[in-house]
């Protein structure tokens, strides 16, 4: 299981998530409007969580509705299929 980061992390792109992150899986591109968490590093520690400032990272289980379009974009910023 991953985790994904959502809409409020747009523009903003706060790295204290990745200061956390014990696996380094969280990304930072520049033509990214925002971070990313990559699906097959994430060992699901959900530290990340707690550290977003903008409360962005969501299980991947609980993304709410309306932000379920950033589970597929999270996959496919590292040339991943989403999940079904």
Do not use: S
């Amino acid at each position: 299981m991953t985790h994904i980061i959502a809409e409020p992390c747009i523009d903003v792109k706060d790295k204290a998530c990745v200061d956390v992150c014990p696996v380094d899986c969280i990304y930072d591109r520049d033509e990214w409007n925002q971070l990313f968490i990559q699906p097959e590093e994430c060992i699901d520690c959900g530290l990340c969580i707690d550290a977003c400032p903008v409360e962005a990272i969501f299980p991947e289980e609980e993304v709410p509705e309306k932000w379920e379009a950033f589970t597929a974009k999270n996959y496919t910023a590292f040339d991943l299929d989403p999940p079904d």
